[in-house]
């Protein structure tokens, strides 16, 4: 009567997705999407207490690098994912572009970090993090379709263990 979904019938959130856009759906690549919220939510909650923004991401770095918890070695492997995905040629690419940087988002920190091979520890994990927010923020606010999501999967797994990185060194902080 009112369009309302039955509360009787079993609801299939994967159907009705595929249904709305269109399209099929793999579960094992939304598994990695789903997970994010989650990762995004602790890391949100414990390492930025609620609060995250650049400026606040910034700050935790900076506090875990006073401690002496940062090494680069724990941070090659996603350095060298984000550069090869957002440099050609040694400049940043139309990927890079596609971040959607908004004017507070240290977007030249990010592109130094990515354009360079000769960066301090804390300013890399910087931008790697900062490059994780702006993936955030363009899933969350749709940027990213869902109809495109797909060619995602990758960014997920890989920012999916960074923040489990981050996290773990906040906790021995």
Sequence with gaps: MWGFLSMNKQFNEIKWLEK?????????????IRNFVFFWSLFE???????????????????????????????????KYFKERYVSSGKVNYKFNS???????KKELVKKVLESDECDTGIVIKALLIIVYRLRNNLFHGTKRIE???TQIDNFKITNKLLATVIEQYDQS
């Design 20 to 32: 709305y856009v269109g399209k099929s759906i793999e579960k094992a690549n939304l598994q990695n």
């Design 99 to 105: 971040l959607s940087f908004r004017s507070n988002d």
């Design 45 to 79: 909650s414990k390492v930025c207490k609620n609060s995250a923004n650049v400026n606040s991401i910034c700050d935790k770095v900076d506090e875990l690098a006073s401690k002496g918890r940062l090494s680069i070695v724990d941070y090659n492997e996603f350095y």
């Design 148 to 150: 495109t999501l797909d």
